[in-house]
């Protein structure tokens, strides 16, 4: 089942059930009737775990606009998705109230108060103050979708099957508190389709369909899942490379199954998004030609789609031809370290299938990207590549929303250039995008946690020398200690990469690549916190 076809069916489903709760309790001569509010919001809260439990594997169940906004608004969904997801929960909303028509259509002329048939298919306010109502509606949205992210983000009942349950007793609860003024529409889909089912089906004996009221029931639910995003919250992209050769973990997750075991363990750690990768960047790395490179990325990408259907997953890739295919089996986002450099092409890609383009500032490629002579300037240099490749994209037409900015922190910069920055950070915002930091286990950080000083350039990576003394070169562990006054022992990788994730997000980073994910939550969360707390 295809993720719109899940979506058409998981709301077909919820308003047949929910609706039809509403009309055995409304309506006139049936064994519901006058049955009360606590039945109806118990329907609804039923219709809500059915209809999660029918389709949740496919399309995680959004079932309400409102819900589908507030998951991209925090990153668990890409944009380009949410048409989809919205277009279906719409027809979806529509053909399970005309199903209601159809089971209780012996009861609508029986019924002689057109309000009564309206209610059914949509809500209406007990008193009708405009401003009231919206503030209503508002709230119970933001509970809601604030409950659904609570939900998803709690390892247990989802290991459990418990979520869909727990969504429906939440919209028990909501019901029970918050109904009462408006009638808890609390989803846009929820209320406008099947109003206007009620306007172009021949009900009998029915009245207009009160459309001077209905932009209530829609806005109110879309800005209180928009609402719960309004906060500051930095975005963690981990890092999945299926490589051999990477620089930290080359050869680590070259089995699919085991890089997507290593993906979800990200994501269940904290990660946001995952980056999938199939050729090395780190400097002096020769390029993959595009087949090989497809064959280590799309079993991944493919495999990690199906696991997790709403999961942002980007391609790390130059190369148009690859992120096309990686777009087509599953990724949302395409990282481009070039910046358009390398494969231009890459923006057309990006433009056709609407997706996020990350744009990267790079010196030379990676075979000779530090091997100098490196820019006097690094914010000249920087500033002048960045404006090249956004013209570049622009040119290409993809939107100007589309594009995030990366610095490119480690290619072809000096060590204090590196530092400088990320400490003048801010200096990015002129061109008022998303910035992306990526400083996770490069060089120039651990060797300041060693103690080394800013002058010498980046090191480069190679096997110790046989010696009395052990070294530890393996950056999962430590820094091999190498001149002048040293700690010790070799201090941990984490450390450095924790470190230089808050100065980050302090200095404006939106979103930061890194690959343990676990070790650098907790400094993200302290960093959101401190921006938080100077606002």
């Not at 806005?219 to 490379?241: A, D, E, F, Q, S």
């Not at 949302?332 to 070039?338: A, E, K």
Request: aromatic letters at 6%; hydrophobic letters at 45%.
């Amino acid at each position: 089942m295809k993720l719109f076809t899940a979506e058409v069916v998981g709301t077909m489903l919820l308003i047949l059930l929910g609706d039809g709760v509403v009309a055995g309790v409304l309506l006139n001569k049936s064994k519901a009737e006058k049955s009360g509010w606590i039945v109806i919001t118990t329907g609804w809260a039923l219709a809500v775990a059915m209809a999660g439990y029918a389709v949740g594997r496919v399309s995680g169940a959004h079932l309400n606009p409102a819900v589908t906004l507030g998951l991209a608004s925090v990153g668990k969904l890409p944009w380009r998705d949410v048409p989809v997801y919205i277009l279906a929960q719409m027809l979806g909303a529509f053909l399970g109230a005309t199903l209601v028509w159809l089971a209780y259509l012996a009861h609508w002329e029986q019924t002689p108060h057109p309000d009564l048939k309206l209610a059914v298919f949509s809500t209406a306010p007990a008193i009708r103050r405009t401003a009231a109502n919206l503030v209503t509606e508002i709230i119970g949205t933001c509970v809601l979708v604030f409950g659904v992210l609570a939900l998803g983000a709690n390892k247990a009942p989802n290991d459990n099957g418990l979520t869909p349950l727990l969504v429906g007793f939440l919209v028990w609860a909501i019901g029970l508190s918050l109904g009462g003024p408006t009638g808890y529409a609390i989803n846009p889909a929820r209320d406008l389709a099947p109003r206007i089912a009620h306007a172009l089906l021949p009900i009998a004996g029915k009245g207009d369909s009160n459309w001077g009221y209905s932009w209530i029931p829609v806005v109110g639910p879309v800005l209180g899942g928009v609402k719960v995003h309004l906060g500051r919250h930095t975005l963690i992209m981990g890092v999945l490379n299926v490589t051999p050769d990477s620089f930290s973990d080359g050869g680590q997750y070259l089995s699919p199954e085991r890089a997507i075991a290593h993906g979800l363990e990200m994501v269940s750690q904290g990660a946001n998004w995952i980056d999938v990768g199939g050729e090395s960047t780190r400097p002096g790395a020769q390029p993959v030609p595009a087949e090989e490179e497809l064959l280590r990325v799309l079993p991944v990408i493919r495999g990690l789609r199906r696991r997790m259907s709403s999961l942002p997953i980007s391609i790390d890739t130059t190369k148009s031809e690859v992120g096309e295919q990686a777009v087509q089996a599953g990724a949302g986002i395409i990282n481009d370290i070039s910046g358009l450099r390398f494969d231009p092409r890459l923006a057309e890609v990006a433009r056709r299938h609407r997706t996020p383009l990350i744009l990267m500032h790079i010196r030379r490629r990676p075979q000779t990207m530090q091997r100098g002579p490196f820019a006097k300037s690094v914010w000249r240099s920087l500033g002048r590549g960045l404006e090249w490749s956004i013209r570049q994209a622009l040119s290409s037409g993809v939107h100007r929303s589309q594009l995030i900015l990366d610095p490119g922190l480690g290619f072809g910069k000096t060590r204090r250039q590196n530092f400088e920055i990320v400490a003048q950070l801010r200096r990015l915002r002129r061109f008022g995008l998303p910035i992306l930091v990526g400083a996770s286990r490069k060089s120039f950080v651990q060797a300041v946690v060693a103690g080394e000083d800013l002058g010498a350039r980046p090191l480069a990576r190679r096997r110790p020398r046989a010696t009395g003394r052990r070294l530890e070169p393996d950056v999962g562990k430590g820094w091999p200690l190498t001149c002048g006054a040293r700690p010790s022992r070799p201090q941990p990788l984490d450390v450095g990469d924790a470190a230089m994730v808050v100065a980050a997000v302090l200095g404006g980073a939106h979103i930061v690549r890194v690959h343990d994910v676990a070790s650098v939550l907790p400094a993200v969360r302290i960093a959101d916190a401190l921006l938080a707390a100077a606002d």
